[in-house]
């Protein structure tokens, strides 16, 4: 099976910054895009930003050069660092991935997306 496990959530002021990170474990193959995800209470769950393996990366017009994105292929972990961040940045974060499995003999491959359990963001002074 596999584990997407996010950290670095919190509470900071506006204007402030923060690094989330999302490490993938398990028996994994490959693991091809990867992205953060938000959602606010009341509202749907919306993309952030996202980033390709060869690090090719697109991120929501509400984030644009506020957020950056980045991953380590080796540690299979994809980051988030939020700078500047406002009010209306509040929600829980989830980290997604898109990741090919590798199970069994003869081996067994198998692709799909999968989340993270989330971790809440809270923009307020």
């Known amino acids: 099976q596999v584990q997407l496990v996010e950290s670095g959530g919190g509470l900071v002021q506006p204007g402030g910054s923060l690094r989330l990170s999302c490490a993938a474990s398990?028996?994994?193959?490959?693991?091809?895009?990867m992205g953060w995800y938000r959602q606010a209470p009341g509202k749907q769950r919306d993309l952030v930003s996202s980033?390709?393996?060869?690090?090719?990366?697109n991120y929501a017009d509400s984030v644009k050069g506020r957020f950056t994105i980045s991953r380590d292929n080796g540690k299979k972990t994809v980051y988030l660092q939020m700078n500047s961040l406002k009010p209306e940045d509040t929600a829980i974060y989830y980290c997604?991935?898109?990741?090919?499995?590798?199970?069994?003999?003869?081996?067994?491959?198998?692709?799909?997306?999968?989340w993270g359990q989330g971790t809440q963001v809270t923009v307020s002074s």
């Open positions: 997604n991935a898109d990741i090919t499995t590798s199970t069994g003999w003869p081996r067994d491959f198998s692709r799909r997306g999968y």
């Open positions: 398990g028996s994994i193959f490959n693991i091809y895009a």
């Open positions: 980033i390709t393996k060869d690090g090719s990366a």
